[in-house]
């Protein structure tokens, strides 16, 4: 009985911290910077030739990706969705059958071949229904750490 009560008081404790966490449907690059650096991500700031921010970020064993902003809705401060993107300049040519099997077996991330038949590996995040933005960025970029560490050493061969 005594356990029962300490749990009882240990999830009222705890309840006003879960539910502190805001819940937002956008973001700006203050937000995004903040959590990156309170979790001890490396990366830099800049912007598109439009104004549009973007976050270059380390990822791996010293591989970059870039984080960009997109959906910015004029009714509402902040930008809807994120895109994480990282690609490759590689010397051979990567067979599609390569990718189709990595997109088969793999979630949280799409692989294809760019223009120039280079492999790039994306993920995107939508923010537009509410998440609590510090632990679903958390997330969303360590499972796009995962896909890319399995995409390096699968489809660019390193």
């Known amino acids: ?31 995004v910077t903040r959590v990156l650096a309170a979790n001890g991500y490396k990366f830099s700031l800049d ?8 976050i270059r970020l380390q990822i791996g064993d010293g591989y970059k990706a870039i ?8 009714g509402q401060p902040g930008y809807e969705s994120l895109q994480l993107y990282a690609g490759f300049s ?11 099997d990595w997109n088969y077996n793999y979630r949280f991330g799409k692989v294809y071949l760019d223009d120039e038949l280079d492999p790039v590996i994306e993920s995107d995040l939508d923010l ?23 995409f390096v050493e ?4 390193e």
């Open 1 to 31: 009985m005594n356990n029962i009560k300490a749990l009882i008081v240990m999830a009222l404790l705890l309840a006003p911290a879960a539910l502190a966490q805001k819940v937002v449907t956008a973001t700006d690059a203050t937000q």
């Open 47 to 54: 912007s598109e030739n439009d104004g549009t921010p973007l």
């Open 67 to 74: 984080l960009f902003f997109y959906d910015d809705d004029p």
């Open 90 to 100: 590689v010397d051979g040519k990567i067979a599609l059958a390569t990718v189709n």
């Open 128 to 150: 537009s229904g509410g998440v609590a933005l510090e632990g679903t960025l958390l997330v969303f970029i360590q499972n796009f750490e995962a896909a890319f560490d399995s």
């Open 154 to 157: 699968e489809v660019v061969g």
